[in-house]
């Protein structure tokens, strides 16, 4: 409002007193009590008109281009003032935010927009003295005022037929003004010389749309059991507690394996396995004020719980399930494998070659200075 007040021109009595005076013609004709203020406002060259309601005061806005290219055609400038103060008088910009819900679904605002501008459309002409000139206010929106004279309104009409493809068909749905030749044929049904079958275009429509949705989802649903391990892998690397614990990987005193510089594979896949587990086991004591699960029949049960779609990790020299015990009244716990003999030890601490994870270790690293 402060733009348009600060670089528009206010219409009255002594200011472009004409355009005034079919302003105030039309408001009476419409039913207005007092007639909306109205500006207009040089736009650069854009085609365009509006209505506007601030404050409780309801207003106009005329972009000077589209009035002086229908100057010379009074009915078309009073098709377009009366559209726009058929917004007022419809009532379409009042009680705005009550509608701000369905403006929020797909497609459903889009709809009420274009019903406002048929109606609008139906004030328009209903001020004409000559009802075939008023419809050049539409024709100048379309070609322009230097070409407007020259349009055959039948042939442009027909281009209704080029709109019902399936994605043009959404593209209508979408905008928020119905085209100008609907609008056309909405105002002149003597203008349309083809009927047109709308159904096969709208059910096409809702087929590309459908397919939009249901396509992607079915994909997703066919590639998650094959994508989650992977997803679930990387963004383990992000959690803290994995990030602290790969630091406190050890062997069992005495191994062989304890100073190798280049571990071999099943080193590898048991310490990435065994970070995995310590993860779990973890995410348990956060939630359970340091409580531990209290064996490996109970860690490989969370397992599931929470990592369903990847598969439990295996001891690669075993073949099964890692070694888990809780130590100190249950305040720590090991995870271990078997080593390279392939046998867990029988007292639930790891043995000589064993890979283990102590969060009594990691404990004790992590407070020392």
């Known amino acids: 409002m402060a733009f348009i007040r600060g670089n528009g021109v206010k219409l009255g009595p002594s200011q472009l007193p004409d355009i005034h005076r079919r302003v105030v013609r039309i408001a009476a004709d419409l039913g207005f009590r007092e007639t ?3 500006y207009v406002v040089q736009a650069g060259g854009t085609l365009n008109a509006m209505a506007a309601r601030m404050l409780g005061r309801n207003f106009i806005v005329l972009y000077s281009d ?13 098709f377009i003032v009366a559209h726009e103060l058929g917004h007022l008088r419809a009532g379409h910009l009042a009680f705005n935010w009550l509608l701000l819900p369905g403006h929020l679904l797909p497609f459903l605002g889009a709809a009420y927009s274009r019903a406002c501008e048929y109606t609008a459309d139906r004030y328009g002409i209903s ?12 024709v100048v929106l379309a070609a322009g005022g230097r070409l407007a004279a020259q349009v055959d309104r039948r042939a442009l009409v027909d281009q209704q037929r080029d709109l019902h493809g ?4 959404i593209a209508h749905w979408m905008s928020t003004h119905p085209p100008i ?8 049904a003597g203008l349309e010389t ?11 429509a809702w087929a590309v749309l459908l397919s939009a949705v249901l396509l992607p989802t079915l994909v997703v649903a066919v590639a998650m059991p094959y994508l989650g391990p992977a997803i679930a892998t990387y963004f383990e690397q992000f959690d803290p507690a994995r990030q602290g614990a790969g630091q406190d990987m050890a062997y069992a005193e005495g191994s062989s394996a304890a100073g190798a510089a280049s571990p071999g594979e099943a080193e590898r896949t048991a310490t990435d396995a065994i970070l995995k587990l310590v993860s779990v086991v973890e995410g348990y004591r956060a939630r359970h004020q340091g409580l531990l699960p209290v064996d490996q029949q109970e860690l490989y049960a969370l397992w599931e719980q929470e990592r369903s779609l990847e598969a439990a990790p295996m001891d690669p020299w075993s073949g099964e399930r890692f070694g888990y015990a809780t130590v100190d009244e249950g305040r720590h716990y090991f995870v271990y494998t078997a080593g390279p003999d392939g046998f867990l030890a029988n007292d639930d601490t790891p043995s000589a070659d064993d890979l283990y994870y102590s969060s009594a270790e990691a404990a004790a690293k992590a407070s020392s200075p």
């Open 36 to 38: 909306p203020d109205a």
């Open 66 to 78: 589209l009035i002086e290219a229908c100057e010379g055609n009074d009915e078309a400038i009073d």
């Open 127 to 138: 001020v004409a003295a000559d009802r075939a000139r008023a419809l050049d206010g539409l």
């Open 166 to 169: 399936p994605l043009m068909r």
């Open 181 to 188: 030749p609907a609008r056309l044929a909405a105002l002149d």
């Open 194 to 204: 083809h009927s047109v079958n709308y159904w096969p275009s709208a059910f096409a």
